[in-house]
């Protein structure tokens, strides 16, 4: 496991939240904002064209594997909800969740009147172990590992024994790539558009750095749900280019030459994976 850092260029005005502010809100703002674009609220489909991505269908797919239509679902840290809608639109008994309320919610009811959401912190309290499955999508990497402990404590504590944990922790695993893309390309990018936006635009610009979270390994993840009572039982690489769309550069070549993809994710395997574990709850 390592720290995490992110950097980005910004207009020196721009607000960014500040997390210990208003937690919700940070996460919200690193999410792209959870607010409601009329168009991709205006149908279902133009829901599911709008906001789907690779890795949604991925984690829906998860889903359907370990999980029966009657098993009584509670996705956590569920954010906009896609992959929550994707399964309900399927019939899945999935109840929602997350740190706040999200701005979307009235339009995403409107689109699917009977979904259920709740707030729920994962740092605080515990579950009454009545659901057969837990879902936990890119959260983990966002906690320190004092908090990481609690965390696998608490989506315990919601699970019936025997029941199934979906996780995906976040980010690609720390390796040598990893590093690469995080504290030389990434922050090397930044300074070039920071130029390149004072330039157009005249304004002053800064590049900010903060702290992510944290990359963790595959033996740190089974590790701490182990301590917590879980035993895994099953794991998947899912090939994406997650980490490489984290560059602009990389990203305008695989858009160009998009055979370079194939190139990059075959070179760089472990930063083009999204992991997902599945425990049992014992
Ligand atoms: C990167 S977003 C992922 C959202 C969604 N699962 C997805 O895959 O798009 C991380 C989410 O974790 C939530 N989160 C962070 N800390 C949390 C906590 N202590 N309890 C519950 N949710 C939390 C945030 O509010 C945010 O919506």
């Not at 004072?198 to 002053?204: A, D, I």
Request: glycine share 8%.
């Amino acid at each position: 496991m390592r720290a995490w850092f992110k950097c980005a260029a910004f207009a020196a005005e721009a607000a960014r939240p500040e997390a210990e502010a208003d937690e919700f809100a940070y996460h919200a703002w690193g999410m792209g904002g959870y607010d409601a674009d009329p168009t991709g609220y205006a149908t279902r489909d133009a829901f599911f064209s709008r906001y789907g991505e690779e890795r949604f269908s991925a984690y829906a797919e998860a889903v359907r594997e370990s999980c029966d239509r009657n098993d009584r679902i509670l996705s956590t840290a569920s954010g906009r909800c896609v992959t929550e809608m994707l399964l309900r639109a399927e019939g899945y008994d999935v109840h929602c969740s997350d740190l706040g309320r999200p701005g979307c919610l009235d339009a995403t009811r409107a689109l699917f009147p009977d979904i259920d959401f709740r707030e729920l912190d994962l740092l605080a309290g515990a579950g009454n172990a009545d659901f057969d499955a837990v879902l936990n999508f890119s959260c983990l990497y966002s906690f320190t590992p004092e908090q990481a402990d609690l965390f696998f404590a608490s989506l315990r504590s919601h699970l019936k024994p025997g029941g199934a944990l979906i996780l995906d922790p976040g980010g690609a695993s720390d390796g040598l790539i990893s590093r690469f893309l995080d504290d030389v390309v990434v922050p090397i990018e930044a300074r070039l558009l920071r130029w390149h936006l004072q330039r157009r635009t005249g304004k002053p610009h800064v590049v900010r750095r903060w702290q992510q979270g944290y990359r963790w390994a595959d033996a740190d993840v089974i590790r701490m749900a182990e301590r917590a009572g879980f035993r895994r039982c099953d794991g998947k690489r899912l090939r994406t280019d997650l980490e490489f769309q984290r560059s602009f550069i990389f990203l305008r070549l695989m858009s160009f030459l998009p055979f370079l993809r194939r190139v990059f994710n075959g070179l760089m395997p472990s930063a083009s994976m999204i992991r997902l574990f599945v425990f049992e709850a014992v």
